[in-house]
């Protein structure tokens, strides 16, 4: 195949911040994961250092939190203060301590060196919790909040600039779910009074690849909104850990990824917002969460089913799965280059996107008494957040191969080699994804611009793409070749992840 780029034909800026990570308080992400007074690694704060550095080694830009379904019902108050009151955790049916509360989450985004960005409570929450929270946050003294951040021992406000309202209430599974009217009056009413205390911070909502969902809140409350925020995850796990092979998987997301970036688009120009509304993938992952038996809404009758027995063996055991190494392979690295590829060709208005979630459960890092297991999509986030450039280029192709095939009934191709372009100080950092589970593709480039003479490949792969991680393991890593002079072409291995340096 043959790509054309020159550095007159831009796309956009690449904003760091897609590069961005989700933690939610379930399972292993907070205890356990960031959090471990315990651990060996653990700081005078109790945050796992090693999980820290991690993080700042793959630049983490941003990290959303504290849910997700988790959020839907949660009680910021409960999490402030020197007397931390426990509660029962409705979303995921477990107690929580509230030991680690929003100052803790700011604690720990200084240390990362990250940006902060709350998800309110959009369920059972109202526009006057969510309001307080940002008083909280980031007014310096006025009214009972901020005196009480500064009773808390923090002098100066924490300045959260980035802020949702809700998560997912669209759908049943979620608690306080509301159609599109309530929905849209809702975040109008929020985003009034979170921006009357701090006129500075950003505003997303939660929304959906849906024309009314988004035309209702489009209509009500766009004038308040600088993002939307819109979650995608593709392999299911409920009914089982893996659903599909590696080539059903990436026919399986082939085409969607672009498809939802499109639509939302779409929506945003019929309603005049494309300019001034940006796109927050602010929750994805290739495999949603393993989590049977629980989240997904429960009629009573069934519900009642579920005995002391069968939710410690069937609900809470099941959850440990997601802590399975051998899940999370080349495809997982594969899938999440060509994720990140796509927002970076459409960085014109997707400007956030935060894997989910950033540690344990499906995240690209696993934590254990020892240390971290550093799962494939970790290094994807490793050459992204490191190499690529802040300008991407508008590219031209020709001879793409492609890879078909009938799934859930329906024919799909998928290109085999999937690449993002980007410039920066003179220099070219090209992303190159091939696809091709078996053979090697060799990509032609043509710069226009004539200025490139040496090339150096970052590799990011494994024997095949099963290969995976896991402690005393480590399959799946980059290898950097020379710098050697530019023939106008390079090699792609079979599932493989590349960035290729041209100068
Ligand atoms: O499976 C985890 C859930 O996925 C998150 O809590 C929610 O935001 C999404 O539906």
Redesign the pocket.
Do not use: D, L, M, P
């Given at each position: 195949m043959k790509v054309t780029f020159t550095t007159k034909q831009k796309v956009g800026t690449a904003d760091k911040m897609l590069y961005g990570h989700f933690l939610?308080h379930?399972h292993r992400q907070i205890y356990g994961g960031v959090y471990d007074p315990t651990s060996k690694f653990a700081d005078e704060d109790g945050f796992r250092t090693d999980v820290i550095e991690a993080l700042k080694r793959i630049k983490t830009p941003i990290i959303r939190w504290p849910?997700?379904?988790?959020v839907s019902a949660y009680d910021w108050k409960k999490g402030v203060g020197k007397k931390r009151r426990v509660n029962y955790d409705k979303?995921w049916e477990v107690e929580e301590s509230n030991e680690f509360g929003t100052d803790e989450f700011i604690k720990l985004c200084r240390k990362i060196g990250c940006e902060p960005y709350i998800c309110t409570n959009g369920g059972t929450g109202t526009a006057e919790e969510m309001s307080d929270w940002v008083e909280y946050c980031n007014l310096k003294d006025m009214g009972e909040y901020a005196k009480q951040r500064k009773e808390n021992g923090y002098e100066e406000p924490h300045n959260v600039k980035y802020w949702s309202v809700g998560?997912?209430n669209w759908?049943i599974?979620?608690i306080g779910e509301k159609d599109s009217n309530e929905w849209g009056n809702l975040v109008r009413e929020a985003s009034k009074m979170m921006v009357r205390v701090d006129p500075t911070i950003e505003l997303s909502a939660a929304s959906i690849v849906d024309l009314d969902w988004n035309i209702k809140l489009l209509t009500k409350a766009g004038p308040y909104l600088d993002w939307l925020s819109i979650?995608s995850?593709w392999e299911w796990g409920p009914d089982g850990l893996k659903n599909h092979d590696y080539k059903e998987l990436m026919l399986l997301t082939g085409e969607e990824i672009v498809s939802n970036i499109d639509r939302v688009r779409a929506y945003l120009k019929a309603l005049g917002y494309e300019n001034k509304i940006k796109i927050a993938y602010d929750?994805w992952n290739l495999r949603?969460?393993y989590?049977p038996n629980s989240?997904m809404p429960m009629t009573t009758d069934e519900r009642r089913k579920i005995n002391e027995e069968f939710y410690e063996k069937e609900v809470l055991e099941q959850r440990n799965k997601n802590d399975i190494n051998e899940t999370y392979t080349m495809t997982d690295a594969v899938f999440s280059a060509a994720f990140l590829n796509t927002c970076l060709r459409n960085c014109d208005i997707v400007k956030m996107a935060c894997f989910?979630p950033v540690v344990n459960?499906r995240g690209a890092i696993f934590t254990h008494k020892d240390g971290l297991v550093f799962r494939p999509q970790y290094f994807v986030f490793e050459l992204y957040s490191n190499l690529l450039k802040d300008t991407v280029l508008k590219t031209w192709s020709e001879n793409v191969p492609t890879m078909n095939g009938k799934i859930n009934n329906k024919e799909r191709t998928v290109d085999t080699v999937d690449i993002a372009i980007t410039y920066g100080d003179g220099e070219y950092a090209v992303a190159a994804t091939n696809k091709d589970p078996e053979n090697e593709q060799t990509v032609e480039f043509d710069t226009l611009d004539g200025n490139v003479s040496m090339m150096r490949i970052h590799t990011l792969n494994g024997p095949s793409t099963e290969s995976y991680n896991d402690i005393d393991r480590t399959e799946v890593g980059i290898t950097v070749s020379e710098w050697v002079p530019f023939d106008g072409k390079a090699t792609l291995a079979p599932h493989s992840v590349n960035v290729i340096e041209l100068k």
């Open positions: 939610e379930f849910g997700g379904c988790y979303a998560n997912e759908g599974h979620e979650h995850y929750e949603g969460w989590h989240n989910s459960t």
